[in-house]
């Protein structure tokens, strides 16, 4: 089989394509033949050595969430069989021909729906939910979504309308991205390089952290919540938190799934019922051959996406 391999950190050129042996399933997996890879932010920083820990062991196959055809099933495994068309997440990266999937984040794909759809829907998607889900937004509260035209982003925009938000504010790094966004529903557009983001909000959604933080957590009114699900990182000044008694929750797409199963399924429903019925829109960017893994990169660093960038094996 083929998969992308990177055996030293850096930007997209060190990716490379290289043959190598299927991968056996455990206790717990499915092997995938992948159909539809998706790239996100968070793979492009792992590559540069920005993930958590300082990075991932080298030599390393980036990615992170996969569709495609179950070909073998791990010892223990019930409840699919070989021919199921899957989506689900990965842990061990997914840039590859045959992919290993744990079953407790797979989930099969609807009969007439492409493997396309499923990458750009069920993964960002149930960030999206997850996030929403953690923050509770109720009432009139107000909602600011930072890298609000990523792939998880682009959706959070639209659900957060979907579930009666009155004023959803998408935050972005250039202004040509606001036609789209509002285009989704999106009540205001701000670029990060503004002074001000408008007036302060109750929740913000934050894809993307790193040095946008604490203009995250100031864009908040007193007693507002922000809930972090990026891999960027960065410092949150603890004075802020108490001065306007606001509250910093992370979110880790792993222990959502273990910890709130049921919801998580409930999730996994609403969004291709949203899906099915026309309400939520999985836009995609680009469609590229696995060869082409370093251009997808290129597309995210220079944050150039509307909506999911998917590989294609």
């Known amino acids: 089989m083929r998969r992308v391999r990177f055996h030293a950190y850096g930007g997209p050129e060190v990716l490379r394509v290289e043959e190598a042996e299927a991968p056996v399933p455990g206790p717990g997996e499915l092997l995938v033949r992948t ?9 492009v920083r792992r590559l540069r050595g920005d993930g958590k820990g300082g990075g991932d062991p080298l030599p390393a196959t980036p990615g992170g969430e996969i569709a495609g055809e179950v070909v073998a099933l791990g010892p223990d495994v019930t409840g699919f069989a070989v021919g199921d068309r899957v989506t689900s997440l990965t ?15 797979a989930s ?13 829907l069920v993964r960002s998607g149930h960030v999206a939910l997850a996030a ?22 682009h959706l959070a925009v639209q659900l957060a309308k979907l579930q009666g938000v009155p004023r959803v504010v998408a935050a972005v790094g250039s202004a040509a991205k606001a036609e789209f ?9 701000v670029t990060y390089d503004q ?6 909000v109750d929740i913000v959604l934050d894809g993307v952290g790193g040095e946008l933080l604490p203009r995250a957590l100031a864009a908040l009114a007193e007693g507002g919540r922000l809930v972090f699900f990026n891999s960027g990182g960065g410092t949150v000044p603890a004075h802020a938190l108490l001065a306007g008694s606001k509250t910093v929750t992370g979110l880790t797409m792993r222990r959502f ?5 049921e919801l998580y399924e409930q999730h996994r429903a ?14 995609v960017h680009a469609e590229l051959p696995l060869d082409e893994a370093a251009k997808a990169h290129e597309i995210i660093e220079a944050r150039a996406n509307l909506g999911k960038v998917v590989l294609r094996p």
């Not at 002074?195 to 302060?200: H, N």
């Open 270 to 283: 609403q969004l291709w019922e949203l899906a099915r019925s026309g309400r939520l829109r999985a836009a």
């Open 257 to 261: 799934a273990t910890v709130h199963r």
């Open 108 to 120: 099969r794909i609807p009969q007439g729906a492409s493997a396309v759809e499923a990458v750009a």
């Open 181 to 189: 966004l509002r285009g989704l529903g999106a009540d205001e557009v």
């Open 132 to 153: 929403l889900s953690t923050a509770a937004p109720r009432g009139a509260e107000s909602v600011l979504i930072t890298g609000a035209a990523s792939g998880t982003g």
């Open 195 to 200: 002074e001000s983001w408008g007036e302060p």
């Open 91 to 105: 842990l061990t990266g997914s840039y590859t021909e045959l992919a290993l999937a744990p079953v407790f984040l």
């Open 35 to 43: 159909e539809a890879i998706g790239v996100t932010l968070p793979c």
